[in-house]
């Protein structure tokens, strides 16, 4: 059985609420969201936001919190093998509640249909809210390119009232 062995990221000002499902081997040992270097989700990020996709911890949890960005993932403990997504049984959800009573989130969104199928069983009937399932930034997702995810994920700064790129 695998814990998820670091915290969301958000504050007061968060508005969108972005869910992974579990992390990947590479994040589990930095000890941070999408640590892989194949992973592109940085880089849509980036290019969404018209800006140089960060690199350190430090920067990237400064990127979003400027954003108005929540980032967490969708379990909370499974059983995994390596970051095979496919191999995720015996899932226990994370409770979401000190994100959206901490923070004002108006959408919520799922990188790929792996968090969106645990957030749909699990987290959907406990908070009563939909999400919004995005294509995955993994690089098991070839077929879409970068440019693509990119212009797809733009969806998510229309979800923050008052921002322009």
Known sequence: ???HPFDAI????????ILGSFPSVKSREQM?????PQNRFWRVLGGVFGEAAPET???KKRFLLSHGVALWDVIASCEIEGSSDSSIKNVTANDLSKILTGADIRQI????????????????PV???ECIALPSTSPAN????LERLIEAWRVIVEGIEGYTL
Do not use: C, P, V
Request: aromatic share 22%; net charge positive.
């Open 57 to 59: 911890i430090e920067e």
């Open 127 to 129: 908070i009563g809210r």
């Open 10 to 17: 958000f504050d007061e000002n968060s508005k969108i609420l």
């Open 109 to 124: 969104f799922t990188n790929g249909r792996t968090s969106e199928k645990y957030f749909n069983k699990y987290t959907r």
């Open 142 to 145: 070839a077929a879409w390119s």
């Open 1 to 3: 059985m695998q814990i």
């Open 32 to 36: 941070f969201f999408y640590g892989h």
